[in-house]
């Protein structure tokens, strides 16, 4: 499954997929609803913002990118396949000294940020997933607090690559109900770097979660080499597998996008688990998928690390806990 960033042209990208009444409007995309009748044809009744990927309805209400994406088809094994067919083509025709260049734009912090633990909302996120003081200095989490910002209220998480601050994830943790829970700047080069990839040395195992607040709890509790990775990039494939990882551990939440999605179109598994396990299957790889405590859908969830690696043994003796 695609990011919305990797959508070049929205107009394309909705006409190709079956919807009519296409308007771009900026950060959204409208068209008439794919996801039931309109009746109404004056205005198209269908907003996709094009940053988060969330979509709206006036008619018939909210639909993720997830939603979005299936109803159009795009998450089948055959888009999983070509995925994984271009990507090892791209490494081959680097292997052959052909370089592709794309270009990037780095994005500064937003202005007026304070310590987390300065405000309500953000202290409350981070105690309920359990959050040391230590990850949240170690990570730079800082709290938005620039009233004429949209990242307002939004706790900002800087992600660097071997040069410096190359772009930053928010996550929001204030009151209104109907904000976007994540977002990033617009043209956010996600594709160019990991967050907390190690340029340094060669690494002996990695661990795949979905989402940052994931990755942070995993590295409290020793895992260190853990990324966020829910799709991958040419440039991202390439990294993992010349990082030198022997082990392979797939730590996505134990939800039905993450481990348990079935393919309307074929009946096959297309979770993120088991995309990623099928991507790197050639790779190489001992490839893992790690356990949670009971009661826990993911490592936000968990509270006490040895609860993890008492069921997860193999990760505990690679990480040297």
Known sequence: MPSPSQVI???????????????????WAMCYCPFHTQTDRTRPSFGINKESGMGNCFGCGTHDWEEICNKF??????????????????LRNNLKGYKPVRKY????????????????????????????????????????????????D???IPIYDEKGLLYFDARYVGSNKNKVRWRRPKDAPEWRTFPNWNYDKKLDYLCLVEGA?????????????????????????????????????????????????????TGKNISFQEKS?????????????????????????????????????????????
């Open 9 to 27: 042209n929205w107009e394309d990208f909705l006409k190709e997929y079956g919807c009519s009444g296409v308007i771009d409007f900026g950060d």
């Open 73 to 90: 088809g795009i998450d089948s094994l055959d888009t999983i396949d070509g995925m994984r067919e271009n990507m090892w083509n791209n």
């Open 213 to 265: 607040v994931d990755m942070i709890k995993l590295v409290q509790f020793g895992v260190k080499n853990t990324i966020p990775a829910k799709n991958f990039s040419d440039v991202q494939f390439k990294m993992v597998l010349n990082c030198g990882a022997k082990h392979l551990f797939l730590a996505y939440d134990e939800d039905e996008a993450g481990r348990y999605k079935i393919s309307e179109k």
């Open 154 to 156: 939004y706790l900002i």
């Open 277 to 321: 396990r099928y991507l790197f299957s050639d790779a190489g790889m001992y490839i893992h998928t790690v356990n949670f405590p009971k009661g826990c859908k993911d490592p936000g969830d968990i509270v006490y690390e040895s609860d993890f690696f008492n069921i997860n043994e193999l990760l505990k003796k690679l990480t040297n806990i």
């Open 105 to 152: 734009l780095r994005y500064n912090l937003p202005d007026q940020l304070i310590n987390p633990y300065s405000h309500k909302g953000s202290v409350k996120y981070i105690n309920d997933r359990h959050i040391s003081k230590e990850m949240v200095e170690a990570f730079g989490l800082r709290t938005c607090i620039d009233h004429d910002s949209k990242y307002n």
